[in-house]
């Protein structure tokens, strides 16, 4: 077999492992991407690899039948395209808005590819180095980005394809260097370049596809290394033009200062970007969290929009905000909580004793007057004295500090037990009461009385929200570390803007409600180190959750 052939073997595999890498970024974006933005980088990186692929065919095809040699031109430029999306797919920005760059740059290169077109090129063999050097300088930046991507995911396998595109890197630069085939420049090259794409194909994982993400370090590296190669291309095309047409001190002195002219064009180009792309959002974002100070916790940092590090750092400040807001609230409201159960327990001690005295004066009259009428008022002082005294006690027992008395018991006891309690209440109404309890939880750490209280809290609060015909279930399951109990009724629903406050004292939409049931509960959920979660829509009923951790912190 001729070096020859084995330049035609080589572009073939070549060919082969691009057309691979290709197929399976696209399925993976079909596939397993997580939104637009993933979807439109693998595509735009499957594009680059199939380019690759394409202009490693043509080359081969180009040297089997023996065609003229200016048509590598278009493979070569091709290579340098497909290099040049690859970077683009892992830096570019809204990648989802540039999903037609990699046609609308490759129909140029097809034209190359045209007798009229070719046949009127420079010879190719001079123009190869430069082409050359090109490439290997493409892939050097995607070396040096890959060691960036494996520094923000720790993947190994990025460090793998970091060498491969560095054997592509050297490869290229071997081949800059003008040289017969089979001699030993030509042989290390043609032999590392196939090896560079082998290794990425075989290093290759799924999960690459889905981290593909834009990041302010993929951006400036790439920015940095495109930019600073511009000069290097003046200089190589300096030197071919050297060979083609000699060039006189006059001339080589405006070279030299183009030269500089466009390495100073570059820094400010890259500066100016620098500027835009990087110290101006970060600035942006301190004058907004500066503004937090001046406009309270209730303000926002906006969305930069720049779908990198900067971005994430906001959305993550916005949460922080936002969690600092709630626990400042809880704690106001807990606050008021304080200084309400103190006023109850004041009041409820200093009702208590005249409610007792018209109770006693009551049960007097009763047993020694007689007549319709004052029988009549006296139930009805029994009554309200009944009530008064209900609603003192519920003030007492929210003033009081709830200290759980734990023991490890079964939670679907608990609701059997309560269940037999109030079934009657359902049973007058005409309401329907279910369980479904799971038989398989284990025992939790729990005070059953208290608890118990809680069960029937949620359930006569259903009871109430229920009209007659509909239904009230009760469900026990675990998940995530707790067990959960459900009360789940088929009534009226919470309106929105009554939600936020159904867990404060004394706040009812009930005429004969004292507002105390919920709170209470609430307060023992968090005793036990749970919660109770809502979940209602108006006239579409309410689910009413007991979440009770299996392992107390």
């Known amino acids: 077999m001729s070096w020859l052939d084995y330049h035609n073997l080589e572009e073939i595999l070549i060919a082969f492992a691009c057309l691979t890498i290709s197929v399976r970024a696209y399925l993976n974006g079909k596939v397993n991407s997580r939104d637009n933005e993933n979807r439109a980088r693998v595509f735009i990186y499957a594009s680059g690899f199939l380019i690759l692929s394409l202009s490693s065919l043509i080359h081969s095809l180009i040297h089997i039948l023996s065609l003229n040699e200016n048509m590598l031109f278009q493979t070569l430029t091709g290579y340098s395209l497909g290099l040049f999306l690859i970077i683009l797919s892992i830096s570019i920005k809204e990648p989802e808005n540039k999903t037609i760059l990699p046609l609308l740059l490759y129909i140029p290169f097809i034209a190359l590819l045209l007798p009229d077109i070719y046949k009127n090129l420079p010879d190719f063999k001079l123009f190869r180095p430069l082409i050359w050097i090109i490439v290997a300088y493409l892939s050097g930046t995607l070396s040096i980005l890959h060691i960036a991507m494996y520094q923000n995911s720790s993947m190994r396998s990025l460090l793998y394809m970091s060498l491969a595109y560095t054997l592509i890197a050297i490869s290229g630069v071997f081949l800059f260097f003008p040289s017969a085939i089979g001699s030993t420049p030509w042989l290390h090259g043609h032999l590392m370049r196939p090896v560079g794409f082998l290794i990425i194909l075989m290093s290759l994982k799924n999960k690459f596809f889905t981290t593909l993400k834009g990041s302010i370090l993929y951006k400036a590296l790439s920015a940095f290394s495109l930019l600073s190669g511009l000069p290097l291309v003046f200089l190589g095309m300096t030197i071919l033009y050297q060979e083609i047409s000699p060039i006189d001190i006059v001339e080589s002195r405006l070279l030299i200062f183009m030269m500089l002219l466009i390495t100073l064009l570059v820094t400010m180009i890259f500066g100016i970007g620098v500027i835009t792309r990087l110290i101006n959002p970060i600035v942006n974002l301190k004058r907004e969290v500066d503004s937090v100070t001046e406009k309270g916790l209730s303000h926002r940092v906006q969305n930069t929009s720049s779908r990198d590090e900067i971005e994430d750092l906001a959305l993550s400040f916005n949460r922080m905000i936002s969690d600092l807001e709630q626990s400042v609230n809880e704690q106001l409201r807990l606050s008021r909580l304080a200084a309400t159960g103190e006023l109850a327990a004041t009041l409820a001690h200093e009702i208590r004793n005249p409610l007792n005295s018209i109770q006693g004066a009551a049960s007097y009259i009763r047993k020694n007057f007689r007549g319709a009428l004052l029988t009549e008022f006296i139930k009805i002082i029994n009554d309200e004295v009944s009530r008064i005294n209900k609603l003192t006690t519920n003030l007492l027992n929210f003033a009081k500090p709830i200290s759980p008395n734990l023991s490890p018991s079964n939670i679907n006891t608990v609701v059997k037990s309560t269940v037999e309690l109030v079934k009657g209440e359902f049973e007058d109404k005409g309401i329907s009461l279910k369980a479904n309890l799971d038989e398989t939880l284990p025992e939790v750490l729990i005070d059953v009385n208290q608890i118990k209280q809680v069960i029937i809290n949620l359930m006569l609060n259903a009871l109430d929200a229920t009209d007659k015909g509909g239904s009230v279930s009760i469900v026990t399951s675990s998940s995530n570390g707790n067990i959960i109990l459900s009360v789940i009724d088929?009534?009226?629903?919470?309106?929105?803007?009554?939600?936020?406050?159904?867990?404060?004292?004394?706040?009812?939409?009930?005429?004969?409600?004292?507002?105390?049931?919920?709170?209470?509960?609430?307060?023992?959920?968090?005793?036990?180190?749970?919660?109770?979660?809502?979940?209602?829509s108006e006239k579409q009923g309410s689910r009413f959750s007991l979440l009770l951790p299996l392992r107390r912190k």
């Not at 406050?501 to 005793?527: H, M, Q, V, W, Y």
């Open 490 to 536: 088929s009534g009226r629903g919470i309106k929105k803007e009554d939600m936020k406050n159904i867990f404060n004292p004394f706040f009812t939409t009930k005429a004969s409600g004292t507002g105390l049931g919920l709170a209470i509960a609430d307060r023992i959920a968090k005793e036990h180190g749970g919660e109770i979660t809502v979940e209602s």
